[in-house]
């Protein structure tokens, strides 16, 4: 197929287009630069051209225009994943979401929203309207959108409480456009989700989400220090399997973490010092000083209700997950991470096995999950990035050692996620996209069906950088 750019531009030029200058070079990139390996292959990448729709219908008509000029379309929201999600390997069309940001309904648990509504907005409607929040949000709250964090994202803040977006109960319905030659418009519940959610945009266009919400809570944000990583990382784990002490965030940073890249914290640790990030619900505080007490190597040193810091470090849980890489990047270009799940039984000798073959290499930065009801972690360590070769080695130690990489140095599903095609996204592709022109290059599947994973793969068609 040939894309007839110009043409689809001409059919949709009555909406919010734009083709040139910055605005569509800024548009079609993402946090895909986190990582060295990608920024090397997609710093060179662009979109065509960039449409906002503001209603489904309009969505309607982009999807039908593009599918009849054989015009490739990648959905995107704010842009801040981690992983080339929203870049436009093949050019084309950008479709951005930022319009269609409404909160349509809100009901006793749970709330209907647009895909282009922002973390944030969301929350602050939901709190305004009844005294809820949504369960679970990515760290970038304040920018990034609740489609964004559907279709690209897997758990976060609130996760150590609620599990990941797979898990049953934390999406309730998806309404779904399809890239046909006349688009269906679908709505997914139950087993059917997993068909589109955290699919890149590769299989369908979520144009509406149903998800619960919880009792909205001033959360006691808090930071304790401690000089023995694997305590912290222990006391972690048992405060969050405290049943009756409700936590939203359980955080741990291996030294010298804290003490190297939190400017606000640093001047209140030292370099040996390990340090626990915590959102603690109000009520539960009684029960959560006594579990401190209980623990003298523990202590306290930041309390968001108390604090005597003359500067304030700020909101806890944009320390915690990506933030963490953030802050590390802004003091060494030189890092970067990877994504770790670290499964019970075994999780903390599986921490322990890995911190000792590979500190300070790669420092520990540890988030409590839940996994079926099991209390877990997921890693997003911090890596001293030199060469591939060696971030492949690193890679290769984990799993080796019986940790699950989801791969952030990878831009496609697979090799992102368990590193196996997902039939049902596949076959929902085949269905709602016959000729592959939804988010192209980031399904092997679809590509290349006998791919062996051996090597990192590389798109046929991406765009040569410029």
């Given at each position: 197929?040939?894309?007839?750019?110009?043409?689809?531009?001409?059919?949709?030029?009555?909406?919010?287009?734009?083709?040139?200058?910055?605005?569509?070079?800024?548009?079609?990139?993402?946090?895909?630069?986190?990582?060295?390996?990608?920024?090397?292959?997609?710093?060179?990448?662009?979109?065509?051209?960039?449409?906002?729709?503001?209603?489904?219908?309009?969505?309607?008509?982009?999807?039908?225009?593009?599918?009849?000029?054989?015009?490739?379309?990648?959905?995107?929201?704010?842009?801040?994943?981690?992983?080339?999600?929203?870049?436009?390997?093949?050019?084309?069309?950008?479709?951005?979401?930022?319009?269609?940001?409404?909160?349509?309904?809100?009901?006793?648990?749970?709330?209907?929203?647009?895909?282009?509504?922002?973390?944030?907005?969301?929350?602050?409607?939901?709190?305004?309207?009844?005294?809820?929040?949504?369960?679970?949000?990515?760290?970038?709250?304040?920018?990034?959108?609740?489609?964004?964090?559907?279709?690209?994202?897997?758990?976060?803040?609130?996760?150590?409480?609620?599990?990941?977006?797979?898990?049953?109960?934390?999406?309730?319905?998806?309404?779904?456009?399809?890239?046909?030659?006349?688009?269906?418009?679908?709505?997914?519940?139950?087993?059917?989700?997993?068909?589109?959610?955290?699919?890149?945009?590769?299989?369908?266009?979520?144009?509406?989400?149903?998800?619960?919400?919880?009792?909205?809570?001033?959360?006691?944000?808090?930071?304790?220090?401690?000089?023995?990583?694997?305590?912290?990382?222990?006391?972690?784990?048992?405060?969050?399997?405290?049943?009756?002490?409700?936590?939203?965030?359980?955080?741990?940073?291996?030294?010298?973490?804290?003490?190297?890249?939190?400017?606000?914290?640093?001047?209140?640790?030292?370099?040996?010092?390990?340090?626990?990030?915590?959102?603690?619900?109000?009520?539960?505080?009684?029960?959560?000083?006594?579990?401190?007490?209980?623990?003298?190597d523990a202590r306290l040193i930041?309390?968001?209700?108390?604090?005597?810091?003359?500067?304030?470090?700020?909101?806890?849980?944009?320390?915690?997950?990506?933030?963490?890489?953030?802050?590390?990047?802004?003091?060494?270009?030189?890092?970067?991470?990877?994504?770790?799940?670290?499964?019970?039984?075994?999780?903390?000798?599986?921490?322990?096995?890995?911190?000792?073959?590979?500190?300070?290499?790669?420092?520990?930065?540890?988030?409590?999950?839940?996994?079926?009801?099991?209390?877990?972690?997921?890693?997003?360590?911090?890596?001293?990035?030199?060469?591939?070769?060696?971030?492949?080695?690193?890679?290769?130690?984990?799993?080796?050692?019986?940790?699950?990489?989801?791969?952030?140095?990878r831009y496609t599903l697979e090799?992102?996620?368990?590193?196996?095609?997902?039939?049902?996204?596949?076959?929902?592709?085949?269905?709602?996209?016959?000729?592959?022109?939804?988010?192209?290059?980031?399904?092997?599947?679809?590509?290349?069906?006998?791919?062996?994973?051996?090597?990192?793969?590389?798109?046929?068609?991406?765009?040569?950088?410029?």
């Open positions: 197929m040939t894309a007839n750019i110009e043409a689809a531009k001409a059919a949709l030029a009555h909406l919010d287009l734009e083709d040139s200058g910055a605005g569509l070079k800024a548009k079609s990139r993402d946090f895909f630069w986190y990582s060295p390996v990608l920024k090397a292959r997609l710093d060179g990448v662009s979109a065509d051209f960039v449409v906002a729709p503001r209603t489904e219908a309009e969505v309607i008509e982009v999807l039908r225009v593009c599918y009849v000029h054989d015009v490739p379309v990648t959905t995107r929201g704010a842009g801040t994943g981690n992983y080339g999600q929203a870049m436009p390997l093949a050019g084309g069309c950008v479709m951005h979401l930022r319009h269609m940001a409404a909160v349509k309904e809100i009901h006793p648990g749970r709330v209907v929203v647009e895909p282009g509504c922002l973390l944030k907005d969301l929350d602050a409607a939901c709190k305004e309207h009844s005294g809820q929040e949504i369960r679970m949000f990515s760290s970038t709250w304040a920018t990034a959108t609740i489609g964004g964090f559907i279709a690209g994202g897997s758990g976060g803040v609130g996760s150590c409480t609620w599990g990941s977006l797979r898990d049953l109960g934390n999406i309730i319905r998806l309404r779904v456009v399809t890239m046909e030659e006349e688009p269906r418009v679908l709505e997914f519940r139950g087993e059917e989700l997993a068909r589109v959610s955290h699919a890149y945009g590769t299989n369908g266009i979520i144009t509406e989400i149903e998800i619960p919400l919880a009792p909205a809570y001033d959360w006691v944000e808090m930071f304790v220090a401690t000089e023995d990583f694997m305590q912290a990382a222990q006391f972690a784990e048992e405060l969050a399997n405290e049943d009756g002490i409700l936590i939203k965030l359980a955080t741990v940073f291996e030294a010298p973490i804290a003490k190297d890249y939190f400017q606000r914290v640093a001047p209140h640790v030292e370099a040996g010092t390990s340090l626990i990030a915590l959102m603690v619900a109000p009520q539960s505080m009684d029960g959560f000083e006594t579990f401190l007490d209980r623990r003298p930041y309390r968001s209700d108390a604090s005597d810091w003359e500067r304030g470090p700020g909101t806890i849980f944009e320390y915690g997950w990506n933030h963490t890489t953030l802050r590390a990047l802004k003091v060494d270009p030189s890092i970067t991470y990877l994504q770790v799940r670290y499964g019970a039984p075994d999780h903390l000798d599986l921490v322990k096995q890995l911190r000792d073959a590979l500190s300070p290499e790669v420092l520990q930065h540890l988030e409590v999950l839940r996994e079926g009801g099991k209390v877990i972690f997921a890693g997003l360590s911090l890596v001293k990035f030199t060469t591939e070769a060696r971030l492949d080695e690193i890679v290769k130690m984990h799993e080796d050692a019986g940790a699950m990489i989801f791969n952030p140095h090799e992102g996620g368990r590193q196996t095609v997902d039939d049902r996204q596949l076959a929902f592709k085949r269905e709602a996209d016959p000729k592959g022109l939804l988010n192209p290059g980031k399904m092997i599947a679809w590509d290349d069906p006998d791919w062996a994973y051996d090597r990192m793969y590389a798109y046929p068609n991406l765009r040569a950088a410029e």
